[in-house]
């Protein structure tokens, strides 16, 4: 089970910081990635960490959002800096490999003056 939190509505230039709560120990062995999906459109991973920590991103992300995990707790986390209308959507997180993990609620983020 995959729980996100810590979305909402925020300025264009605002910081948001997502949070992602596994509850199987499968999660320390496995990529974790944050998707987006905007209104309309499909989702897609913009960042990403392995089980020894190393990142990627999405060019349009890149510089402004900082994935991390925390295994103990088996959550993962998104730093959201910088934030502009185009970063709205749904933000999910799962294993970047195949089969994905059920999905989870989500949590909204909205950038909006």
């Known amino acids: 089970q995959l729980v996100e939190s810590g979305g909402g509505l925020v300025q264009p230039g605002g910081s948001l910081r997502l949070s992602c709560v596994a509850s199987?120990?499968?999660?320390?062995?496995?990529?974790i990635g944050w998707y987006r999906q905007a209104p309309g459109k499909q989702r897609e991973l913009v960042a990403s960490?392995?089980?020894?920590?190393?990142?990627n991103y999405a060019d349009s992300v890149k510089g402004r959002f900082t994935v991390s995990r925390d295994d103990a707790k088996l959550s993962a986390y998104l730093q959201m800096n910088r934030l502009t209308p185009v970063d709205t959507g749904v933000y999910f997180c799962?294993?970047?490999?195949?089969?994905?993990?059920?999905w989870g609620q989500g949590t909204q983020v909205t950038v909006s003056s």
């Open positions: 799962n294993r970047i490999r195949d089969p994905p993990w059920p």
């Open positions: 960490v392995d089980s020894v920590n190393r990142t």
């Open positions: 199987g120990r499968l999660f320390t062995r496995n990529t």
